[in-house]
């Protein structure tokens, strides 16, 4: 008798516990989850505000030496990317990254943490014929990062231009925003 009332009980705060998860996205960032499953989460629950950038930027990856510094205000605890994005899709599929930048990611003006990339990731095709990219990845990165989410800072700076950049008719800008690879 006893114990079929704290399976009961059990049973109730275990519906009430996922019903706040899903609902509530305050809740479910407050709760220690492992990245790999808020991610998950996030894309699963969808809210209508997931993909849309907390940095979008006209970064000029063409001029060596080029540095801004963006503010981070996630609004999601989740694996995010720093790429090209071009919202009329049109980066030609034949474009490869080619520069160098230092993304320094920092704390009160301190870095807590340096990456130097060459290198292109993920790309998402705008069109079904595959010849256009609407966005590039570069970097992926997870917040919080070494624990921090309020006051992070990315300073992104050009080390070696990318000589492709120059030629794109229309010039995607920097983005920052929850990856949308799983």
């Known amino acids: 008798m006893r114990t079929s009332r704290y399976i009961g009980a059990g049973a109730v705060l275990l519906v009430l516990f996922v019903v706040s998860v899903v609902v509530f996205p305050s809740v479910r960032n407050a709760i220690p989850l492992p990245m790999g499953l808020r991610h998950v ?10 993909y849309e950038p907390i940095v979008l930027d006209q970064f000029q990856f063409d001029q060596q030496g080029f540095s801004k510094t963006y503010l981070l205000r996630p609004r999601y605890l ?3 990317e720093v790429g090209l994005l071009n919202p009329h899709g049109a980066i030609p599929s034949t474009y490869r990254f080619s520069g160098k930048v230092k993304l320094e990611f920092l704390k009160n ?7 130097v990339v060459s290198t292109q990731g993920a790309a998402v095709y705008a069109d079904k014929e595959l010849t256009r990219y609407r966005k590039i990845a570069l970097h992926e990165f997870l917040i919080p990062l070494n624990g921090v989410v ?20 229309e010039k995607p800008s920097l983005h920052i925003s929850v990856s949308s690879r799983l």
């Open 41 to 50: 989460l996030n894309i699963f629950l969808n809210p209508s505000d997931l």
């Open 78 to 80: 989740d694996i995010y």
């Open 109 to 115: 003006h301190r870095v807590i943490r340096e990456v």
């Open 150 to 169: 309020e006051g992070l800072s990315l300073r992104v700076t050009v080390v070696e231009p990318d000589s492709g950049f120059t030629a794109l008719e």
